[in-house]
């Protein structure tokens, strides 16, 4: 049971947007840590999406974006590629686990 | 550029402990964090803990205090992760991270395949 929930999977048509939601808690998004996300495509490790929120590293392309309110966040993919078809996560810090904390993995399925 | 390089898969029996190491280069090895992170197959993310370069201080995930241990050597710049009293629910790929506090793991090992088989 992960301690940021995300949907196991969301699907779109190439174009398309899609969206990725990512629920925390008081101590950890709730409490104003920044979340960060990574795509993961198998078998390669994980690679920073966004950061601190709504940063995109140099190369990530500007269909990808980031948002926060509250307690939870998301990850923005519009105009969907069959590239992009991977695993994503989101991940923040958790106060009282002294730690960082991910959520469960989405998988976009690119139609 | 930024590097980390881990060791080999290893296969452990029940029981028993091992040490993946992540050989750091190309950037100032003080300056950044270390996080260890294993995701098991078909599985998410699990935080392990971080390593302070810096000092050697380390913060381990309550799932794993008593069975880890994080370690250094500053000469070769490399990081050691030892996990100890093995289960088969250990079996996983390890990955070390550059990262901070807050900040995101923007450079991963390769993974290390830890496979815990009788």
């Known amino acids: 049971q992960s301690v940021l929930t995300q949907p196991p999977s969301v699907s779109g048509a190439p174009g398309q947007k899609v969206t990725i939601s990512c629920t925390g808690g008081t101590s950890n998004i709730g409490a104003g840590y920044e979340v960060n996300w990574y795509q993961q495509v198998p078998g390669r490790a994980p690679q920073v999406l966004i950061s601190r929120d709504n940063n995109r590293p140099s190369g990530v392309p500007d269909r990808f974006s980031g948002s926060k309110s509250g307690s939870s966040a998301s990850l923005a993919i519009t105009g969907l590629q069959a590239e992009d078809e991977a695993e994503y996560y989101c991940?923040?810090?958790?106060?009282?686990?002294?730690?960082?904390?991910f959520g469960g993995g989405t998988k976009v399925t690119v139609l | 550029q930024v590097q980390l390089v881990q060791s080999g898969a290893e296969v452990k029996k029940p029981g028993a402990s091992v040490k993946v190491s992540c050989k750091t280069s190309g950037y100032s090895f003080t300056d950044y964090y270390i996080h260890w992170v294993r995701q098991a197959p078909g599985q998410g993310l699990d935080w392990m803990g971080i390593f302070n370069p810096s000092g050697g201080g380390t913060t381990y995930a309550h799932n794993f205090k008593g069975r880890i241990t994080m370690t250094w050597d500053s000469s070769t710049t490399t990081v050691f992760m030892e996990l100890s009293s093995l289960k088969f629910e250990d079996t996983a790929v390890y990955y070390c991270?550059?990262?901070?506090?807050?900040?995101?793991?923007?450079?991963w090992g390769q993974g290390t395949l830890v496979t815990v088989s009788s």
């Open positions: 991940q923040s810090y958790d106060t009282s686990l002294s730690g960082w904390v």
């Open positions: 991270a550059r990262g901070g506090t807050y900040a995101p793991a923007t450079h």
